[in-house]
């Protein structure tokens, strides 16, 4: 989907929805809820120095469950509202085609990404603020 900003005539593509990430205390609870009263197929996870975490594909959207202790401090973008606060912390993480682009059309808007794009995995991201002052992720697609 192209949508022009009409504030300074560019067009940008946001391609998808691309994470869903809960962030808890407790994982396992809260995966248990969600494979139970939603029948999301979570899976157990662990890798690097991080606590077991749960996800599954739901279509194109990487659904995950992690451990609020494996980002606090830890990472760029993370806080805001719901800081430090699982009940409330929810980072959503747009995709778009090309990272480069995507910066410019910041730039043009005058809105700085919080970090520079940073590789993970099987993609690029950088995380941006909304108005409410949470976290907005923004990453190549997955692949």
């Known amino acids: 989907m192209a949508v022009s900003c009409h504030c300074t005539g560019v067009?940008?593509?946001?391609?998808?929805?691309?994470?869903?990430?809960?962030?808890?205390?407790?994982?396992?609870?809260?995966?248990d809820f969600y494979r139970q009263v939603l029948g999301l197929p979570l899976e157990g996870q662990q890798h690097d120095d991080s606590h077991r975490h749960y996800a599954c594909r739901l279509g194109s959207v990487y659904f995950t469950i992690q451990c609020l202790g494996d980002?606090?401090?830890?990472?760029?973008?993370?806080?805001?509202?719901?800081?430090?606060k699982a009940s409330d912390s929810v980072q959503l993480c747009f995709s778009v085609p090309n990272m480069d682009?995507?910066?410019?059309?910041?730039?043009?808007?005058?809105?700085?990404?919080?970090?520079?794009?940073?590789?993970?995995?099987?993609?690029?991201?950088?995380t941006l603020r909304d108005p409410d002052g949470r976290a907005v992720r923004v990453m190549t697609p997955w692949g």
Not at 11 to 31: F, W
């Open 11 to 31: 067009t940008i593509a946001t391609s998808s929805l691309a994470v869903i990430l809960l962030i808890t205390e407790e994982t396992e609870r809260t995966a």
């Open 71 to 84: 980002f606090a401090g830890k990472e760029p973008g993370f806080g805001g509202v719901g800081a430090g």
């Open 101 to 126: 682009e995507f910066l410019k059309h910041l730039r043009s808007l005058k809105v700085e990404p919080l970090h520079a794009p940073i590789p993970f995995e099987h993609t690029t991201f950088t």
